[in-house]
């Protein structure tokens, strides 16, 4: 595929375009598709080399899926969804990259995407009603309408450690990964974090190298995955299936084709309920965190029983019961962080050479030229991975300087916590919709369907404005204090609320990342879905067209 779409303007003089998209991941592409419909002229700045978006930035070894392959795929064409063979249930980096370029040069979208191309700020021009984009190389474009679809996670942290630039060997962040192959070889490996990313990468590394130290702050919940590939006959029954799939896709909280159990998880025996979760544990994906019993996210007692069936399965399959303990987390309960998926992740601690540094116990204290110095001592190693997560949500919206009306930017609209409208605009940013934004049900959900939803209704209130010879249209400031309410009200019962963590906007390694915030609709994709389109419905209720 090639490297570059769109060769760079070399004229000096503004371009001007109906819409400008930023990011070229599955909602920047998606986006594109919708606004070529409507007959705009659109440019999608992308600042990666590719298209792809998570699934560009994230090769490192063992990227995968955990949402079943054929329930990720784009729904909007039949003739994609006939034509696309998933090789296995939950699909490798590599070949979900290869799908959407695909689907890229299927439509013919890559003439409109321009790659390299870092968007650094965009300003509101209440005059012309236009928005200013400028990349970072000083580029200058215009457009009526702007659509970020920068992702949830694609603002990457590394640790805020002493000599991180000082280390002599390899290193990288995940998302960051080289496109190079790396030699592991014999080579004494370093890998800093155990969230999702973390245990695919420990996983898949630990049989190749010459010796793994695993370095782990925070122990997470982890569950198998039991991936496998796809049969003949099994893709012939997920083609024929697909209506009836995403039908049931639509039906489901977060879109995935598993559903919550509508039992208690004391409304059934002990015997009962230690057999559902067994199956549970045998079942592939997230069936487990997203079929469980109704209350397991809710109720502290039921959380608790259902997060030491899982203890007991981690101690089940890690040889050194100190080991083991570690492994477990002690200050939060299943589900109430990100779960990863893993095959043979705890397997990997009884492998003579792999070592657990818990860093609670043993802190790190700097990167040194030759490796890592901890409380006990300097442990050298050749290769340094850092899997140390993102500034979530709020974090890509941060890298670019945002102006609205007046001047004020979107970072310091949303200082004391996101302010929006359905999560898709916020007050004082006029024709600025923010696909896949804080406050919208996509952060929590199988996102592609979501982002279809998000990209549907952004598209059909652009159509609508066509059609109204409306040029601006924003959100009232009553509406959007409404919503984040609302959303606020919605997360109360939750106990991921009382978790820090990214899903709560915690992160130690960026600057005033130490409150809890609300950063998702936790009513469920049906019921967002529904108010999205009542708000349509209704005239775009809520905002001020003109």
Known sequence: MPDTMVAPS????????DAIVIGAGIGGIYQLYRLRELGLSVR???TGGGVGGTWYWNRYPGARFDSESYTYGYAFSKDLLKEWNWSEHFAPQPETEQYLN????????????????????AAWDEAARMWDVVLDDGRAYRCRFLITAVGPLSADTLPRFEGIGDFRGQSFHTYRWPHEAIDFAGKRVAVIGTGATGVQVIQTIAPLVGSLTVFQRT????????????????????????????????????????????RGTFEVSPEEREAFWERLYAEPGFSIWMANFRDVLTDLKANALFSEFVARKIRERVKDPTVAERLIPKGHGFGTRRVPQETGYYEVY???HVRLVDTRETPIVRVTETGIECSDGVREFDIIIYATGFDAV?????????????????????????????????????????????????TRCNIPRCIEQNVDWASDLIRYAEEHGIRRFESTQEAEADWSRHVEELAAGMLYTQVDSWLTGINTNVEGRNVR??????????????????????????????
């Open 10 to 17: 070399t004229s000096a003089e503004t371009t001007t375009f």
């Open 44 to 46: 999608v700045f992308e």
């Open 102 to 121: 695909h689907v890229v040069d299927r439509f013919d979208l890559r003439r409109d995407i321009q790659c390299h191309s870092r968007v650094a700020s």
């Open 219 to 262: 122990a997470n919940w982890c569950t198998p995955l039991h991936n496998k590939r796809i049969t003949e006959e099994e893709q012939a029954k997920i083609k024929a299936g697909y209506p009836a799939m995403f039908e049931l896709l639509r039906q489901t909280p977060g879109c995935y084709i598993h559903n919550t159990d509508p």
């Open 350 to 352: 009884n492998l003579p």
């Open 394 to 442: 709020l974090g890509s919206f941060d890298r670019i300087d945002v102006r609205g009306v007046g001047g004020l930017t979107l970072k310091e609209h949303w200082a004391d916590g996101p302010k929006t409208y359905l999560g898709l605009m916020s007050a004082g940013f006029p024709n600025l919709l923010t696909i896949v934004g804080p406050h919208n049900a996509s």
């Open 517 to 546: 915030r609300v950063l998702q609709y936790q009513g469920g994709a049906p019921q967002y879905r529904e108010r999205c389109d009542a708000v349509a419905a209704a005239g775009y209720e809520g905002m001020v067209l003109g």
